[in-house]
């Protein structure tokens, strides 16, 4: 099993890299280049279980775990024009990462471009259909399930291919639009920019990156879904998003360590950043 980041240059110490990335044939290509307007950040967490494998644990892998290859995924960073951002949270049944607050996602069907992917994913977790919406690649993520290697062997490996769209729509004209699908979500939130910032500074401390949340509101309001699948509105304690990656245990509810990543790509596009700057041509 090899890591995409490690293919690319990343090392032990250095788990980001920058690729051109196309979708061809229905498989996502990704390839070196020297052009900046095609440069997209490809990171992996610094926990990555495939690095931490010895060659004695990788090559007695299972042979359908070998031969599963990569997958791929998209997920939107949908953005409002109030500039609130919309998470949701995986259903407590889901296989992998159950209870964790996500952008809406999921596969690509065969014959599908990333944004129509990416669409549709959005109107299937949340109901909103949003044609008009134009979009922009992020970032790319590498991800290993279970996540870390004291959680046992790498079973599933994928990249997650992040879309920034923007609506001109605000975030309580598509609340009221919100239609989630209890097969695959059980919560939805809008998030403004201040609490994404705490969110995506909530790793960078790990990182020796210090900040104050002093300012951020003690709850955040989430439409949820009971157990007998009805929606209510619920306030939430906003220190379950502020979880660190390596302080959270793989069942509690917290903000995944992509989205952290993805939200903080968001950020910098938002505000003019160096990355912002070098998103993909729109899609």
Do not use: S
């Given at each position: 099993m090899l890591s995409i980041v490690g293919f690319f240059g990343g090392t032990e110490n250095r788990h980001v890299v920058r690729v051109g990335c196309a979708l061809r044939d229905d498989q996502l290509v990704l390839?070196?280049?020297?052009k900046e307007a095609e440069q997209i950040p490809l990171k992996r967490p610094m926990f990555c279980p495939i690095t931490h494998l010895s060659p004695e644990t990788a090559a007695s892998l299972p042979t359908d775990t070998l031969n599963r290859g990569v997958?791929?995924?998209?997920?939107?960073?949908?953005?409002?024009?109030?500039?609130?951002?919309l998470l949701t949270r995986r259903a407590r049944h889901?296989?992998?990462?159950?209870?964790?607050?996500?952008?809406?996602?999921?596969?690509?069907?065969?014959g599908e471009t990333l944004l129509e992917a990416g669409r549709r994913e959005l109107q299937e977790e949340?109901?909103?259909?949003?044609?008009e919406c134009h979009g922009d690649v992020l970032g790319l993520w590498e991800s290993?399930?279970?996540?870390?290697?004291?959680?046992?062997?790498?079973?599933?490996?994928h990249i997650v291919v992040y879309v920034h769209l923007l609506t001109q729509q605000s975030q309580a004209v598509l609340q009221d639009r919100l239609e989630l699908q209890a097969s695959e979500v059980d919560g939805a939130a809008w998030l403004d920019r201040s609490l994404v910032e705490a969110i995506t500074a909530s790793d960078q401390e790990e990182e020796g990156v210090s900040s104050s949340s002093s300012s951020i509101p003690k709850t955040f309001r989430a439409t949820v879904l009971n157990p007998d699948g009805q929606v209510q509105t619920e306030d939430m304690s906003t220190s379950l998003l502020m979880i660190p990656s390596l302080q959270a245990r793989q069942d509690q509810e917290r903000v995944s360590t992509g989205t952290k990543f993805a939200l903080a790509q968001w950020i910098k596009c938002i505000s003019g950043g160096k990355d912002g700057e070098k998103k993909q041509s729109p899609l």
């Open positions: 390839y070196e280049t020297d997958d791929v995924g998209v997920a939107v960073v949908l953005e409002t024009k109030d500039q609130h951002v889901m296989r992998t990462f159950p209870r964790v607050w996500v952008p809406p996602g999921g596969h690509i069907e065969k949340t109901g909103l259909h949003l044609p290993v399930f279970p996540p870390m290697l004291n959680l046992g062997l790498p079973k599933r490996h």
